[in-house]
């Protein structure tokens, strides 16, 4: 049984940090590229950032670029979110995801997903 855990949410203050980590059992980690997306109340679930299989190469979202940094540990069979400089505009329910083929970007290709953890960034 597949099972990506997020942890690390919470509430922060703006221009605050926050490390999400998202723990994955049940599938072999190192052939799943992963991703981040988050979705806020009455807004569309949007793409945050991803992170390769092996080579780990990171896309991110324009809207976070610069500010969140997306790594992997294919030992830990864990994936992280740095979250630094946040903005009230980042408040939303954080998801990881698991892909195995298709566009990073698009939600609907992702195979497996976490049950999300909040983060509310105040003004």
């Known amino acids: 049984q597949v099972q990506l855990v997020e942890s690390g949410g919470g509430l922060v203050q703006a221009g605050g940090s926050l490390r999400l980590s998202c723990a994955a059992s049940g599938l072999t980690f190192s052939t799943y590229a992963m991703g981040w997306f988050r979705q806020a109340p009455g807004k569309e679930r949007e793409f945050v950032a991803a992170?390769?299989?092996?080579?780990?190469?990171?896309y991110y979202a324009d809207s976070v670029k610069g500010r969140f940094t997306c790594s992997r540990d294919n030992v830990k069979n864990t994936v992280y979110l740095q979250m630094s400089s946040l903005k009230p505009e980042d408040t939303a329910v954080y998801y990881c995801?698991?892909?195995?083929?298709?566009?990073?970007?698009?939600?609907?290709?992702?195979?497996?997903w976490g049950q999300g953890t909040q983060v509310t960034v105040s003004s």
């Open positions: 995801a698991a892909l195995k083929g298709g566009s990073y970007l698009n939600w609907d290709e992702y195979e497996y």
């Open positions: 992170i390769r299989r092996t080579i780990f190469s990171t």
